[in-house]
Nanobody, 124 residues
Framework: QVQLVESGGGLAQVGGSLRLSCAASGLILSNNVMAWFRQAPGKEREFVAAISWGDSGTRYTDSVRGRFTISRDNAKNTVYLQMNSLKPEDTGVYFC?????????????????WGQGTQVTVSS
């Protein structure tokens, strides 16, 4: 059974940090792009960051660039999202997803496997 399981969400203060993890089972992530998306209440799911597995190239949405860092551990079949300098607008459910191809894309339709999500709440 293919599973992506996120963890590490929670409550943070403005300016604080959280580190999200996404562990995969039932599939090997080494040949796929991996990404993080988020969804705030009443809003559509949006792209946050992606990492190309082969060369570790990364891509970020403008609102998180310089604050968030996506990384991966091949041996652990796990992807991470380090989130620093958190803002209230970072609040939402964060999902990891596996890309359908080797090309980094930002549309949700370009990803085939999704985790169940982990809640991140940033309060002032």
């Amino acid at each position: 059974q293919v599973q992506l399981v996120e963890s590490g969400g929670g409550l943070a203060q403005v300016g604080g940090s959280l580190r999200l993890s996404c562990a995969a089972s039932g599939l090997i992530l080494s040949n796929n792009v991996m990404a993080w998306f988020r969804q705030a209440p009443g809003k559509e799911r949006e792209f946050v960051a992606a990492i190309s597995w082969g060369d570790s190239g990364t891509r970020y949405t403008d609102s998180v660039r310089g604050r968030f860092t996506i990384s991966r551990d091949n041996a652990k079949n796990t992807v991470y999202l380090q989130m620093n300098s958190l803002k209230p607008e970072d609040t939402g459910v964060y999902f990891c997803a596996r890309g359908r191809s080797l090309v980094v894309r930002t549309g949700a339709g370009d990803y085939d496997y999704w985790g169940q999500g982990t809640q991140v709440t940033v309060s002032s």
